[in-house]
């Protein structure tokens, strides 16, 4: 990405200070409204690293069934765009990866960015890459959209970096 022009510094500076006098969850709601009214990238996330946004709480729990299918298990990491759990997909008893992004940052920008990302998994074969078995959308208690795909879950090849210490993968079941 290229360093911002003047212009953009302007730009960038007058949002952050119309962001700085409201509370975090507005600051969330507001930059996820400034992105679907098409701000550029690069602005935004300029107001990203500049107001140092925590990432929110995950909208699920241990124990919590997403879905109707999958049972939260155990949260493996979480980070500023969302989380990722070990899962059990009730229907087939098989331990699965869950990645859901947070709903607090579900734009359409965000919801074609994980679909490339689940195209691209799904189109690459490898022992080292993780398989796509499942993508959805979940509700949460407060009614809010929570994307989410499911992946093999790996022990050996494949290491995961959070805000827990680095956690290898459970190898995946299939075959």
């Not at 009730?90 to 331990?95: A, F, K, P, Q, V």
């Not at 994307?147 to 190898?171: D, Y």
Request: charged share 25%.
């Amino acid at each position: 990405m290229t360093l911002p022009d003047e212009k953009e510094w302007e730009r960038a500076m007058e949002l952050a200070a119309e962001l700085e006098v409201l509370s975090p969850a507005q600051q969330v709601i507001r930059v996820r409204e400034l992105e679907a009214a098409g701000e550029s990238p690069k602005i935004l996330n300029i107001l990203r690293e500049y107001l140092e946004v925590p990432p929110p709480p995950p909208p699920f729990s241990i124990g919590d069934v997403v879905a109707g299918r999958f049972e939260l298990l155990e949260l493996i990491g979480d980070g500023g765009m969302g989380s990722v759990w070990r899962a059990k997909q009730i229907s087939l008893g098989r331990d699965v990866a869950l990645k859901m992004i947070y709903p607090t940052l579900v734009s359409p920008a965000m919801v074609k960015r994980l679909d490339l990302e689940k195209r691209i998994l799904c189109a690459l074969k490898h022992p080292g890459i993780v398989e796509i078995y499942d993508a959805d959308v979940a509700r949460t208690k407060e009614g809010l959209e929570a994307p989410f795909f499911v992946m093999s879950w790996r022990t050996a090849g494949l290491f995961w970096s959070g805000r827990k210490s680095t956690v290898a993968i459970e190898k995946s079941c299939s075959g």
